[in-house]
């Protein structure tokens, strides 16, 4: 930057280096990765309309001994933790994880041996068969009835797994969409979601019917946020991929990253007809998601079934132990370890009476030519067998009893309704219910968990000077504002208030060319899509942040028209205008910013940036600082070069594009900056007090800046800093 270049742009990486980023300044086509060689290092590859592809020898894996299957997983799918088959010994082994039901199945083995056996074997059988029958139905209860949460709360697992994995969608054979069952689903596989379905699988997004093959989906059941999110397909696939027999000629080469359970990112490469197009998240429909707003996307599948980032994400089911198990556990071993001192000092003693006395006593033969030491060998036994009463077998039955009973007075407890909702308390498992009160650590986060995540324009900062407190046309500071007219804007949203009027007032005479670019960077750099629905602009955006800040621009006179994937259309100073996109430098953690580079349409080429700072950071708002700078075209070409071939990387993608991003992300020209409110949500103040008097320690994890928590700090808290994480304790 000229003046103030930005710190976090300045030092923090060399410029590219070409063993990292390989490029060449005449570099063609024909040098980039071929199919070959990007086969040999991508994990997993995917050939559209070729299921006998993913059959392939070099696909298989071994499953046991010589037997192999391809690594490829069908789309079936099965959450539940029991069938009719494994119940009994899954079941077994989890309950003979209780140190006093193993010591019991010792006893019984012990029982049966005649020469050390003191009680009749049904005296041990018949309690120990008791304490694991009433166990194991409860667990088969909680396997066959409890609510699943993560598809449904009124199925339980069997049905809903059998309910999943019959739905049907349509995919395409031999040239034509038929319908089938996702059961039958393969990898490989061109399917066609409608509107309001549930998507099947992991799918690449080739087309909708959305202009620019646009999808939105709802993405509650993998993150719990119920604002839509978009997808788009390539431009390639958005242009060829429409019609039933494209879709039927279609076979491109995906090379993608093995299976994982990161849902925030996706990395791979498509190969059609030798040319290579760059793939991400946002070109990917995942499974749980459902098509919203869209009436029909096509798309190909990539992962299925356990492989899809939603089963990566659930693990397998895990029998859970609370804190009194392990209790119990202790004490049981303590108990057990008394109980061996105790017999070992009888056989002791059985020993030495044995040799002093019993072997004396004519009338105590037994017939048996025993040494005293073996004898007190298995007296040894003998007393283990008499005195396992010490060991509280029925304390686990009593503790099951009890948990069933907390469980019912959970469900019936009117001080736990929630009642502006119709919601009871319920109990989901009888098995964690004393662990509500011995929670001693609450880990939250901030952003939508403690704010509302409903965003706000509330000021900026332009030319060093700031905007948004309440003034007149003039500029001077009003004691009481009122907000402002923007009836003179037919774009403006009603719901967006702001006081300060000499802001529009500079705006409207144009007499500050500043101000004016400053608007026009907030309605071109960013990444929300509009749709026109009768008349009216509405916008989609992928974080309330960058919504909020292109409705600011919207209603001060910088309006986004329309969008396409290499095209934005503005309306500025009450003319139309259409830029061209040339690139866009997407945001991540590391970096704190975005940028986009943009065709203007007297031909320069200009690159708008914002990313994180802390100007108005006490005053408890969410900052970005707003930078440009011309770039000439044949600085342009060489960079575009250098985007290609890091965009296409299959090894370390995001390492080689943001090396190249900091290339061109130098000696920007700072404009101003802008500040968002993110308000807390009704009654936080009150519940952390209420958790506080129970003695609960809360930590919130945010990446916001010192000034920021302030408003949290109110709430008696310790604020912990680090480089790029907030910590605090409530």
Known sequence: MSGLARASSQGSLDRPDDEVVPYSDDETDDELQSEDDLDRKAGWSVRANDREYCKRPEFQKKVFLCIKKSKYSGNGIKTYKYNFFTFLPLNLYEQFKRAANLYFLCLLILQIIPQISTLPWYTTLVPLVLVLGITAIKDLVDDLIALVTVFSRSKARHRMDKEINNRKCDVLLNGRFVETRWLNLQVGDVVRIKKNDFIPADILLLSSSNPNSLCYVETAELDGETNLKFKMGQKVTDERLQEEDQLARFNGLIMCEEPNNRLDKFVGTMIWDAQSYSLDLDNMLLRGCKIRNTDFCHGLVIFAGNDTK???????????????????????????????????????????????????????????????????????????????????????????????????????????????????????????????????????????????????????????????????????????????????????????????????????????????EFFKLLSLCHTVMVENKEGELVYQAASPDEGALVTAARNFGFVLLARTQDEISILENEREESYKVLATLDFNSDRKRMSTILRFPDGRIRLYCKGADTIFANDTLRTLCLCYKDISEEDFAVWEQKHQVASCAVVNREEAQDVVYEEIEQNLLLIGATAIEDKLQDGVPETIAKLAKADIKIWVLTGDKKGQMSHLSLLDAEVVYSDSRTLLRV
């Open 310 to 516: 939603i089963m990566r994400n659930g693990g397998k089911t895990r029998f859970k132990r609370t804190l009194i198990d392990k209790l119990m556990n202790y004490m049981v071993y303590t108990i057990f370890a008394l109980l061996v001192l105790l017999c070992a000092g009888l056989a002791i003693g059985h020993t030495y009476w044995y040799e002093s006395v019993g072997s004396k006593a004519w009338y105590l033969y037994d017939g048996l030519n025993y040494s005293s030491s073996y004898r007190g060998f298995l007296s040894f036994w003998g007393y283990i067998i008499i005195l396992n009463t010490m060991v509280p077998i029925s304390l686990y039955v009593s503790v099951e009893v009890i948990r069933l009973g907390q469980s019912k007075f959970i469900n019936w407890d009117l001080q736990m309704y929630y009642s502006e909702k119709d919601t009871p308390a319920k109990a989901r498992t009888t098995t964690l219910n004393e662990q509500l009160g011995q929670i001693q650590y609450i880990f939250s986060d901030k952003t939508g968990t403690l704010t509302q995540n409903i965003m706000a324009f509330k000021k900026c900062s332009i030319s060093g000077r700031t905007y948004g407190e309440s003034t007149s046309a003039d500029g001077v500071v009003l004691d009481r504002g009122k907000p402002v007219d923007f009836s003179w804007n037919k774009y403006a949203d009603n719901k967006f208030q702001f006081e300060d009027h000499y802001l529009i007032s500079c705006i409207r005479s144009k007499k500050d060319p500043q101000i004016l």
